[in-house]
Structures are given as structure tokens and as C-alpha cells.
T-cell receptor
Framework: GQQVMQIPQYQHVQEGEDFTTYCNSSTTLSNIQWYKQRPGGHPVFLIQLVKSGEVKKQKRLTFQFGEAKKNSSLHITATQTTDVGTYFCAGSGNTPLVFGKGTRLSVIA | DTEVTQTPKHLVMGMTNKKSLKCEQHMGHRAMYWYKQKAKKPPELMFVYSYEKLSINESVPSRFSPECPNSSHLFLHLHTLQPEDSALYLC?????????????FGDGTRLSIL
């Protein structure tokens, strides 16, 4: 079945450093979504990408969808302590949404 | 604040007990989902209801029984659970059951099986 691989599993950064998490699918995706889950919280929808090569920005967050619609990335510029949490990509093709394993971000003040 | 409400927030039960988890949304969404999430793992899809009909059952053991009496409410009935069923159970909803719709998650029910 469809698989969505996400790396790295963990990332520890100093406050102010940049952070990137990457997502790869074994099959072409119709769309990819990104969620953030704070410690002890629930996943919260951040954004959805649908078009090949699409780039979207939300303040310090930049999301990209690859040309082949098989990979995606989330980049955070100048991390803050409020960015702490696990970031999940979730993709779908002809299947229900499949979540990547997530990248757990720690920010050291 | 979440617009998907789950009760109870915490539940401790023995293996022979019967209990139910409840989920409620009033956003007019027509698709509702149950996920299971173990610590440090991604959510795993269990069931999907679309327009009150069960559309996806991801080979979930029969000791978990979902019910969707109307588009605003979703239940997960639990019976004779195993210790490995201890997890966070998340409910989510989306406008329709189409996979590209963003999902809105509730806070979850943290379930512990003794």
C-alpha cells in the first residue's frame, strides 16, 4: 500500500536556527497535508498542497510540493520555542490520508 | 480550542469492561474518523464514516465497534480490550469524505487498559 516516509525522526535546534523536515511517497500523491501536534495535544492542520511544484508560505513556515508530486518539505526560518512539537506530513493518492512518522522538533532557548 | 469535542478525556478500564467513546462536531462536516495513536507514533486510521455510512474499516478487531447515528455524532464502543489497546483515540471530521479535505481533530481520549 501507499507509504509516506518522513525524515528526520528528531531534530534539536537552537532558538533562531532554521529547521526542515522532508516527506517522500512511494507513489504519486493527489495532495499533501501538514499537521502540527504539540506535546500532549492533538494534530492541527497547517496547510494543504495540491499542485505540482507548489510553494506556500505562512509567516516563518514554507511548504513545498515536488514537481513529481512524490515529495514535500516544511521549512521553518528562525525557530522559536513556540515551534516545539511533532510535524506530520500526510498524503493521499487513491487511498485515505496516510501519515508520515513525523519529525519531533525541540527548540533550545 | 477545538471544534471537535471528545469525551471522556481519560478512561481507565479493565479488560472485561464495556465502555464507549463519544465525539461531537457542529461544523456541518459529513465525514468523521477514528484514529488510534500510540506514544511517539503517527495517528493510525481505524474507521471512516461518510454521510453516516461506514466507508472504511482498516481491519480493526471486532472488539472496537463504531457507530454514527447522525452527521454530528460518532461513537466508538469498546468491549473486551487488550492491554495493547491502551493509546490516545482521536476523532476527526472533514467537510466530506474526500481524502484531500483537511481534517479537524479533537483532543482525544487517553485510554488505559488494566
Amino acid at each position: 500500500g501507499q507509504q509516506v516516509m518522513q525524515i528526520p525522526q528528531y531534530q534539536h535546534v537552537q532558538e533562531g536556527e532554521d529547521f526542515t523536515t522532508y516527506c517522500n511517497s512511494s507513489t504519486t500523491l493527489s495532495n499533501i497535508q501538514w499537521y502540527k501536534q504539540r506535546p500532549g495535544g492533538h494534530p492541527v492542520f497547517l496547510i494543504q498542497l495540491v499542485k505540482s511544484g507548489e510553494v506556500k508560505k505562512q509567516k516563518r513556515l514554507t511548504f513545498q510540493f515536488g514537481e513529481a508530486k512524490k515529495n514535500s518539505s516544511l521549512h521553518i526560518t528562525a525557530t522559536q520555542t513556540t515551534d516545539v512539537g511533532t510535524y506530520f506530513c500526510a498524503g493521499s493518492g487513491n487511498t485515505p490520508l496516510v501519515f508520515g512518522k513525523g519529525t519531533r522538533l525541540s527548540v533550545i532557548a | 480550542d477545538t471544534e471537535v469535542t471528545q469525551t471522556p478525556k481519560h478512561l481507565v478500564m479493565g479488560m472485561t469492561n464495556k465502555k464507549s467513546l463519544k465525539c461531537e462536531q457542529h461544523m456541518g462536516h459529513r465525514a468523521m474518523y477514528w484514529y488510534k495513536q500510540k506514544a511517539k507514533k503517527p495517528p493510525e486510521l481505524m474507521f471512516v464514516y461518510s454521510y453516516e455510512k461506514l466507508s472504511i474499516n482498516e481491519s480493526v478487531p471486532s472488539r472496537f465497534s463504531p457507530e454514527c447515528p447522525n452527521s454530528s455524532h460518532l461513537f466508538l464502543h469498546l468491549h473486551t480490550l487488550q492491554p495493547e489497546d491502551s493509546a490516545l483515540y482521536l476523532c476527526a471530521s472533514s467537510q466530506t469524505g474526500v481524502s484531500y479535505q483537511p481534517q479537524h481533530f479533537g483532543d482525544g481520549t487517553r485510554l488505559s487498559i488494566l
